[in-house]
């Protein structure tokens, strides 16, 4: 589409010239009143679609963080529930944030982990945790600890106060977050696990999804950020350097899957299917391996998963010494 130029400069021009560049059929009027209601139509639906995401991640992400909180370098008590703000969603889908999903500016409970124990002792959607004078709580630090310590919670449930006893249970201390891009991609920074809607698209079940975040979970508690900067700049920019701890971050991920209570049987499909969907990765190795490569050692990290299971030995990663363990 051909706009004329805004500049107080190229509309003298345009003037000047008498012959703006412009479109060459007549187009047909679109009513003033649809428009609105297309544009919120298209804003519940994108806004359902965030809602359904975030809480299929918080669903399968919910057991990797809490099941391998024993291996994780970090942890927090964990009540299980995702908060959110007006401020969670772009500036422009803010109102109908707050006409479609209930966002307003102080935090209340948006997901709640099936089976968790917000789940478990009644808390709600909308729910605002109060702190000890009356303000909406922060989920983290040592206000959070100290809130949790007599496993009593008061939450302002719409004009009441309700008072609900919760047990938390260790949760490795990253936070769950989704990204609205459309790229298949997750990613982890030291703090958090992220994953994008792309992916969560892309993934076909709740065990390719569980493998994922695992994944990530894995480049977190084995503190691979910090070594790939390491590597990074000793090597003077050399990527190859960080293809070893995908590959780490893909075997101890397969061990946080199963842990979980999720089954590995198949999920190394998933690299079959993203190599259709992005050849390159085929036989490009640049900062990952191939895809061929994380198939097949996916798929032997089960195998060795099924020996231990079989043998009743503990699921834990093989490690080459102590400096290497998870809590390092």
């Not at 977050?177 to 079940?205: E, P, Q, W």
């Amino acid at each position: 589409m051909t706009h004329c130029p805004t500049s107080y400069l190229t509309a003298l021009l345009c003037t000047g010239l008498a012959s703006c560049a412009g479109i060459n059929t007549r187009l047909p009027d679109v009513n003033a009143q649809d428009l609105v209601a297309e544009t919120q139509r298209q804003e519940t639906d994108a806004l359902r679609k965030v809602e359904a995401n975030g809480a299929e991640l918080l669903n399968i992400g919910w057991p990797v963080l809490t099941a391998n909180a024993e291996l994780c370098p970090k942890v927090k008590p964990s009540i299980g529930v995702k908060m959110h703000t007006v401020k969670s969603y772009p500036k422009k889908l803010r109102s109908a944030a707050t006409r479609v999903l209930g966002a307003e500016t102080e935090p209340s409970i948006f997901h709640i982990a099936k089976g968790g124990p917000a789940d478990v002792a009644g808390f709600k959607r909308g729910d605002v945790i109060l702190n000890e004078a009356g303000e909406p709580a922060k989920l983290s630090g040592k206000t959070w600890r100290e809130l949790l310590a007599d496993n009593t919670i008061e939450v302002k449930r719409g004009d009441e106060t309700v008072s609900l006893s919760v047990t938390p249970v260790s949760a490795c201390n990253y936070n769950l977050r989704l990204s609205g891009s459309s790229v298949v991609n997750a990613y982890a920074d030291g703090r958090n696990i992220t994953v994008t809607a792309g992916m969560m698209d892309f993934t076909k079940n709740d065990e390719e999804l569980a493998l994922i975040v695992g994944h990530e979970l894995g480049h977190n508690t084995m503190s691979h950020i910090r070594k790939v900067t390491v590597n990074y700049i000793v090597s003077l920019g050399g990527t190859r350097y960080t293809r070893p701890f995908e590959s780490e971050a893909d075997y101890v991920g397969l061990y946080y899957l199963v842990r979980s209570g999720y089954s590995p049987d198949g999920v190394e499909a998933f690299w079959r299917r993203l190599a259709t969907a992005s050849p390159k990765g085929i036989n490009r190795a640049k900062t990952h391996p191939t895809f061929p490569d994380r198939y097949l050692r996916i798929r032997a990290g089960r195998d060795e998963i099924k020996a231990k299971q079989a043998a009743g030995v503990p699921l834990l990663p093989n490690l080459i010494n102590k400096d290497n363990s998870s809590k390092s």
